[in-house]
């Protein structure tokens, strides 16, 4: 592994199985022998807290232009408190969700892309970003039972074109999501396993 460690981060729709498959990638590289830690945004910070309170948990949506500030200003106390002390001491940082939520859901409401990359600027590039590629009919009926504002099947479809955007320039390597958990995990594992061997 590189000394400067390595950044992984988990994108998609939700009820995709991001929290699913970032745990057992962690699990998998951990038994593998690396150094991997978890971490999720919202965080866990007073930030990330708040917007769970305020933004997300609330019956009546947040303004896009609040949402893509609030998630800005705790990614980056994410990326100095958490992500890259982590890096720095060569660890494998997976995140479950990271700056390109911001540009699916804040730039599905209609938010400029270039606007959200400037106030996310100083956050640190993930050396690998996975998309989860789950079709939005099937996430909406796995999130039945614990609807929240953002998670209606219209939204879904804007939030996944947006995602494709970044599929279709590279940055985000997209995994068949409608398979089982074990296969997910399988294909995701595969990715990551190819990354770290083309570093060494
Ligand atoms: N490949 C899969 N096939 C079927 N069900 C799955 C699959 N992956 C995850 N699930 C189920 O879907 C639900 C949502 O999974 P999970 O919490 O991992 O998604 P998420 O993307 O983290 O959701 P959120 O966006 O709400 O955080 C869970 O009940 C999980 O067991
Ligand atoms: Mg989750």
Not at 58 to 85: C, G, Q
Not at 114 to 128: G, M, Q, S
Request: glycine share 6%.
């Amino acid at each position: 592994m590189k000394e400067k460690g390595l950044f992984i981060c988990v994108e998609g729709l939700d009820g995709c199985g991001k929290t699913t498959q970032t745990r057992l990638l962690v699990k998998k590289l951990r038994k593998r022998g690396y150094n991997a830690i978890y971490t999720v945004e919202p965080s866990q910070g007073k930030i990330g807290r708040f917007i769970r309170r305020y933004c997300l948990h609330s019956t009546k949506r947040t303004s896009a232009v609040v949402e893509a500030l609030l998630f800005a200003a705790d990614r980056y106390e994410h990326v100095t408190n958490e992500i890259a002390p982590a890096l720095k001491e060569g660890k494998i940082v997976v995140s479950d969700r990271y700056v390109y939520s911001s540009f699916a859901y804040q730039g599905a409401a209609g938010l400029d892309l270039k606007w959200i990359e400037t106030i996310n600027k100083h956050a640190v590039k993930p050396d690998l970003a996975i998309f989860v590629d789950v079709k939005p009919e099937v996430v909406v009926q796995r999130l039945k039972p614990k609807r929240s504002v953002m998670e209606n099947l219209e939204t879904q479809r804007k939030v996944r074109e947006v995602y494709m955007k970044f599929v279709e320039n590279s940055e985000l390597i997209k995994i068949d999501g409608n398979k089982s958990i074990k296969d997910v995990a399988d294909a995701i594992l595969k990715v990551t396993l190819e990354f770290l061997k083309n570093l060494s």
